[in-house]
């Protein structure tokens, strides 16, 4: 006996109802849906309004990322004393981030997918043809306390003649949440791994001390 169109429309409609309960508005990347039909819609909308019967909840929002400030930018000066703008080698800077998160099924532990964009600038005084830049990803809690710090390198090539560069850093921090704790807890920092006169640098041109 074949099914009849209504039936097949109903069970269509139902396996987007299905992926409507999905889907995760942090997943920043989802893959384009063809338009529905008027009539198609319609029928989603009932059984949309039919889903709660399944008691599935939204998963919770993602651990909120920052970079942290002040060392969003790195300035590298050549060896020697002079601080002058002809004694630069490279500037670094953490252009941005994206990403979202996954949770385990008992939701008590959550991955972040993290892609972090990294920028490099050509300086007057650089002879290499590459850098390597170390950045960190830290998992903090409700108080600002560091709970865990991973620092990792990458390559950015900057030959002659190219006066800017840039690479794209995956990466997944997990966070275990504590008893009676979730994902409003923790939060995620990053940003770039600075020796003591970098970050000094940075102060003194944010006027801080």
């Excluded at 396996?15 to 819609?41: G, I, Q, W, Y």
């Amino acid at each position: 006996m074949q099914p009849s169109s209504t039936g097949i429309a109903e069970a269509e409609a139902f396996e987007r109802c299905e992926d409507v309960l999905r889907f995760s508005p942090l997943k920043l990347l989802a893959r384009p849906r063809a338009a529905l039909h008027p009539l198609a819609c319609a029928a989603l909308a009932v059984f949309v309004a039919g889903c709660s019967t399944f008691n599935r909840e939204p998963p919770p929002p993602c651990p909120p990322v920052a970079i942290l400030g002040e060392t969003s930018s790195l300035t590298q000066f050549r060896q020697g004393p002079g601080r002058d703008l002809t004694d630069v080698e490279y500037g670094v800077q953490i252009l941005d981030y994206r990403g979202g998160c996954e949770f385990s099924s008992d939701k008590r532990t959550v991955t972040i997918n993290l892609t972090t964009d990294i920028i490099a600038q050509r300086g007057p005084a650089m002879t290499g043809t590459a850098i390597t830049v170390p950045y960190f990803i830290a998992v903090l809690d409700r108080s600002q306390q560091i709970l865990t710090k991973q620092v990792f390198e990458t390559r950015i090539d900057l030959p002659a003649g190219r006066r800017r560069a840039g690479v794209a850093e995956g990466s997944q921090p997990i966070i275990p949440f504590a008893e009676g704790k979730g994902p409003k807890d923790y939060s995620i920092m990053i940003g770039l791994q600075l020796t003591d006169e970098q970050l000094a640098w940075n102060r003194q041109a944010r006027g801080g001390n």
